[in-house]
């Protein structure tokens, strides 16, 4: 079975600064995908960024970026310029290869980041 | 689009009691699930459902059970509520696409007490 680990449970920053949440996973897989959600304080579930493990560039999506290391198995997500709206639960998600249609998401612990104006 | 939508947002109910979580997407998708969410834990699947007509079981199945009414409707049931089913419950729903993306519903708070 495959496993998500989120090993910062909260992490605080300023305004403008730059932050990195961490990730690992643990898998036989070979081809996956990784994501990372966002949940704020509305509940709401927003999709971040997504990556797959066959692609090596990793994935960026205006100032969010991953830092994908397979062999590791680590998928790191940083923010750039954090701003005020990026409070929030992030999960880090892990979904091997889909099979007749069932694309099962294994979510980590989370990380609770507070960004101080 | 309203995307997924869930019905009720809040609830209460006393252990023993039964009640039925509604989930509802109109993206036409051909894949929808149930997830829930304690405190200090990601989401967990509950169940899921790739097709119209087919369910399956996920992480944590025990105590529910759920019914794909049509390509819109997916809905959870708690036959008897106990306390450990105490969660936020997460409806999803997917293409078949490339893209891999689930979308989320905005939740429903269940108590049991």
């Known amino acids: 079975a495959q496993t998500v680990t989120q090993s910062q449970p909260e992490m605080s920053v300023q305004e403008a600064e730059t932050v990195t949440l961490s990730c690992t996973y643990d898998?036989?897989?070979?081809?996956?995908?990784l994501f990372w959600y966002k949940q704020p304080p509305s509940r709401q579930m927003i999709l971040v960024i997504r990556q797959e493990a066959y692609k090596q560039q990793n994935a960026t999506e205006n100032r969010f970026s991953v830092n994908f290391q397979k062999a590791a198995k680590s998928f790191s997500l940083k923010i750039s310029d954090s701003q005020l709206g990026d409070t929030a639960m992030y999960f880090c998600?892990?979904?091997?290869?889909?099979?007749?249609?069932?694309?099962?998401?294994?979510f980590g612990q989370g990380t609770r980041l507070t960004i101080n104006p | 689009n309203a995307g997924v939508t869930q019905t009720p947002k809040f609830q209460v109910l006393k252990t023993g009691q039964s009640m039925t979580l509604q989930c509802a997407q109109d993206m036409n998708h051909n894949s929808m699930y149930w997830y829930r969410q304690d405190p200090g834990m990601g989401l967990r699947l509950i169940y899921y459902s790739a097709s119209e007509g087919t369910t399956d079981k996920g992480e944590v199945p025990n105590g529910y059970n759920v019914s794909r009414l049509n390509k819109r409707e997916f809905s959870l049931r708690l036959e008897s509520a106990a306390p450990s089913q105490t969660s936020v419950y997460f409806c999803?729903?997917?293409?078949?696409?490339?893209?891999?993306?689930?979308?989320f519903g905005p939740g429903t708070r269940l108590t049991v007490t």
């Open positions: 998600a892990f979904m091997k290869q889909p099979f007749q249609g069932a694309q099962k998401l294994v």
């Open positions: 999803a729903s997917s293409a078949r696409d490339r893209t891999h993306e689930q979308y």
């Open positions: 898998t036989s897989e070979s081809n996956y995908y």
